[in-house]
């Protein structure tokens, strides 16, 4: 059986967010590839391999999907939606990653099956050991499921 190296998809559409996650990861020596979808249908296209991306294998699956909510064309709980809604991608690790204080946010994630829902701190070495703490769990600790045949 093949091994890919774990990838990491980072769906958020603020590039500031972005470079400050790619850094903390970077930092804290997590050299797993990030894949970075600036919107919803971007970050669907890559899971389900179309659009732009339907030349793409889909047995590369990411290790986690790092999540915001607030995306244009299409927001992180339709997203979250179709992921849990896919046979494929239905156990896929879902981290939503938001600046939302809302708790109706927290609970509408974890109705659509988000597996966490983290809070962007806002100052950046707050930000940078939650990003960390994120990699290191979702790449190194968390056991997946196994892999079902179809």
Known sequence: METH????LLVEDNPDDVELTLRALK??????DVIVASD??????WLFCTGEFRDRSPCEAPAVVLLDLKLPKVDG???????????KTKYLPVVILTSSKEDVDRINGYKLG????VQKPVDFT?????VCRLGLYWMLLNEPPPEQEE
Request: no cysteine; net charge neutral.
């Open 126 to 130: 707050q930000f940078t050991e939650a």
């Open 27 to 32: 930092k804290h020596n997590i050299t797993n």
């Open 77 to 87: 709980f339709e997203v979250l939606e179709k992921i849990r809604s896919n046979e």
């Open 40 to 45: 919803g249908v971007q970050a669907l296209d």
């Open 114 to 117: 988000a597996n966490s829902f």
């Open 5 to 8: 190296k774990k990838v990491i």
